[in-house]
């Protein structure tokens, strides 16, 4: 049974996306079959996995609002093992147009309970809000990944996160654990940064990966070329730190699976 990760976290530009491509894409170097399910209507994974949004005439849009079998919607990435369902700009309009939809919280939950292929990991990368598809996300997922940025605000909007996943465990999801906040564009030069990281693993401790990602220019220089960084350098520090990540999160689960 395949292992499902949302990565989420309302606030932008604390590198979920960048997660998302590159945990995947280390997933499957390391011999794991991994689907990563973009939710987010910017399509980032989408077009950072290597695919023309232009191009996507059916995405996850499709399974929410007219229930697409997301079967007939994965992409194969360059990576062996690695597969996408594909994001498109409609998705904006998914939330209005599931107000009335009954169980509105759980269709991407009967999505995936749809996926016929064995992965072993499915990743879904959220959009910076708390809006109803995220909500999806989280009630569809086993456990949550927090990126949270090494800058100066880096713990605003977190305790509003940290309310909704309490909300959505004790009406949704009493399964959902957090994964993990993950550390991200961490600059060991700058004191700010190994504040932000004392202050992160003092509030929440053993929750806190140990792996940390580190500011890393061929890790914001790789998505622009449709590539994960393992791809675009496969020795950069961004790469490293993403195959670290993934040897933590699998350590963690598939020893508890023994």
């Not at 949004?53 to 194969?76: G, H, V």
């Not at 700058?190 to 053993?206: A, G, I, P, T, Y």
Request: proline fraction near 4%.
């Amino acid at each position: 049974m395949a292992r499902i990760i949302s990565i989420a976290n309302q606030k932008g530009g604390v590198g979920k996306t960048t997660t998302a491509i590159n945990l995947a894409a280390s997933f499957a170097v390391l011999e794991r079959k991994v689907l990563l399910i973009d939710a987010d209507p910017q399509a980032n994974a989408t077009s950072g996995s290597g695919f023309d949004t232009r191009s996507i005439q059916r995405s996850i849009y499709e399974c929410f609002i007219d229930k697409a079998d997301p079967n007939e919607l994965i992409m194969q990435t360059e990576i062996k093992g690695f597969d996408l369902i594909p994001s498109h700009i409609d998705l904006v309009g998914a939330e209005i147009e599931m107000l009335n939809h009954p169980n509105r919280e759980k269709v991407l939950k009967q999505v995936i309970a749809k996926i016929t292929q064995p992965y072993d990991y499915i990743l879904i990368d959220c959009s910076p809000s708390l809006g109803l598809i995220t909500v999806n996300a989280l009630t569809a997922a086993h456990s949550v990944i927090i990126p949270v940025q090494c800058e100066y605000f880096a713990l605003e909007g977190i305790g509003k996160l940290l309310s909704t996943i309490k909300l959505i465990q004790s009406r949704l999801n009493p399964d959902l654990e957090i994964e993990g906040f993950l550390l991200t564009m961490y600059d060991p030069r700058l004191r700010l940064s190994n504040q932000v990281v004392d202050e992160v693993k003092k509030h929440f401790q053993q929750m806190v990966f140990e792996t940390i990602i580190q500011r890393n220019i061929k890790l914001s220089e790789s998505p622009s070329y449709g590539k994960p960084c393992v791809l675009y350098d496969a020795e950069s520090k961004g790469t490293i730190n993403y195959m670290n990540l993934a040897r933590e999160i699998m350590q963690k689960n598939e020893t508890a699976q023994l």
